[in-house]
Every structure is written in C-alpha cells, then in structure tokens.
C-alpha cells in the first residue's frame, strides 16, 4: 500500500491520504472545489465546481502515474440533486468511453458547504 501525494491537488484536511495505491488501483479521496494554488473555493456555481472537483482528481491521478481514461468507477456527491444536469454537462467533458461506472447521490452537506464533491476509482 502507498500513499499518494501532490501540491496540485488541495492537500488533506485530516487524517486521510489524498489517494491510496493497491493491487494495481489508485483510490483516491473526495475531490471538492478547492483551486490548490489558493486554497479556496473556486468562484462560481455548480459548473466550475464540477470541473475543480475533476481537476483535483486528475491531478492526484497524474501523480500517482494515471489518468482519467484509466477510471473505473466514480462516485459524485451533491448538496442538490436539482444540480444534477448541470453537473452531468461538465462531467461529460472528462470522460470518453466506455465510461466509468458512477453512482451520483444527493447528501444533506458536504465539506465546507461544497456544492459537489467527486470520488475516483482508476487502474494503474
């Protein structure tokens, strides 16, 4: 089992990895729109919260030496799911197929008042 690490992601806020490597899959962390560079939420609503969210996972994955085409599962979760369409919008720009399996549920909060927050599954 290894730890994976990158200043191009938002760094853990308490006592998780911001991805695991085992077994040949990366499993990363919940993404939620912080831009690393500042460390703030990124301005906007849903849309440009979707894409930090991605952004941040794309970037843990590059470090731990794969990328979005290797994903195999996601899971994405909204503080509304009347955000859904909008979301699944900039969602699709990530991801050709076969696309990765994905749950997306509506939960009461999410981190910080995130309106999204996107978990990945790849393969290495």
């Known amino acids: 089992m290894k730890a994976i690490q990158t200043n191009n992601a938002p760094a853990a806020i308490g006592p998780y990895s911001q991805a695991i490597e085992v077994n040949g899959f990366i499993f990363a962390s919940g993404q939620i729109p912080i831009d690393p560079a500042t ?11 979707t894409r930090q969210s991605l952004l941040n996972a794309k970037s843990i994955l590059i470090a731990a030496g794969t990328d ?6 996601t899971t994405v979760f909204l503080s509304d799911m009347a955000n859904f369409t909008a979301m699944n919008e900039v969602y699709s720009t990530f991801f050709e197929q076969p696309f990765p399996a994905r749950s997306a549920v509506a939960v009461k909060d999410l981190p910080k008042g995130a309106l999204v927050e996107v978990e990945v599954l790849a393969a290495k």
């Open 39 to 49: 460390g703030e939420f990124v301005k906007g609503g849903i849309k440009e919260q």
């Open 68 to 73: 979005l085409n290797r994903v195999v599962k």
